[in-house]
């Protein structure tokens, strides 16, 4: 199992969890909890997940289906690695603060949502121990409540300067291409979708594409 060894990298990705690419209707809404989106149900409070003889991840939620703790140990290099989550929540629901603490109890970063009139995720901040953003999420939604672009921005070794992502549906609200861009506002990455009358995806494809010694796009 390899090791996540970015704390920073943890925080950011999380923020992304409070928007999911699809919801159901364009009225209020809650967005989907880390239970749901880890697809549980139930009023789960703690997920073991055992990876060979003595390798295991436990994820400790709170009862709004939020995480509130995360402990992972390795046994083939002895190694414990623990976060510990306190969520805030509007009146809705929604998490509109999160303060994580390493294994030790120290505070380490603060992530903070916002939501539009709908509830949606619109934006997802992260900041460090003095305050300073480090990274930063920004969502944009239609009218049925997709997403249909994403942007994120780093200021920290850890977090990637600048990555944005845009999403096209169908009229069932189905994801069927996605793409991704570079801060000059190439396309680096494509992927389609295609689905069954069940609207299951059965075939998926996607292109990377890097940048060759003249400094033009290349596809693979």
């Known amino acids: 199992m390899k090791r996540i060894k970015s704390l920073a990298v943890i925080i950011f990705t999380l923020a992304v969890s409070a928007s999911t690419l699809h919801c159901a209707t364009p009225s209020v809404r809650k967005q989907k909890t ?7 149900t139930g ?3 703690t997920v073991r997940e055992t990876y060979g ?6 994820t400790g939620y709170d009862e709004h289906g939020y995480q509130i703790e995360y402990n992972a140990y390795y046994a083939d290099e002895g190694y414990e690695d623990k976060i510990s989550y306190k969520n805030k929540y509007d009146e809705n629901g ?3 603060e999160q303060n994580i603490y390493n294994s030790g109890g120290s505070f380490t970063h603060q992530v903070a949502y916002k939501y539009d009139k709908h509830g949606n995720n619109t934006e997802a901040i992260t900041l460090d ?11 944009v939604f239609d009218g049925k409540g997709n997403v249909i672009d994403r942007c994120s921005y780093g ?7 600048f990555e944005k992502f845009s999403y096209t549906y169908d009229s069932k609200g189905n994801l069927i291409e996605g793409n991704g861009y570079s801060s000059s ?3 680096t990455t494509n992927f389609t979708c295609k689905y069954n009358d069940r609207n299951n995806c059965i075939e998926q494809h ?6 060759n010694a003249n400094g033009t796009g290349q596809t693979s």
């Open 129 to 139: 121990t003095k305050g300073y953003l480090i990274g930063k999420r920004v969502f």
């Open 53 to 58: 003889d003595e390798t295991f991840v436990v």
């Open 155 to 161: 200021t920290s070794t850890d977090i990637p300067p």
């Open 94 to 96: 929604n998490r509109i």
């Open 34 to 40: 880390d239970v749901e989106n880890a697809e549980l």
């Open 43 to 45: 009023k789960v409070k």
């Open 185 to 187: 506002g190439r396309v």
């Open 206 to 211: 996607t292109y990377y594409t890097s940048t």
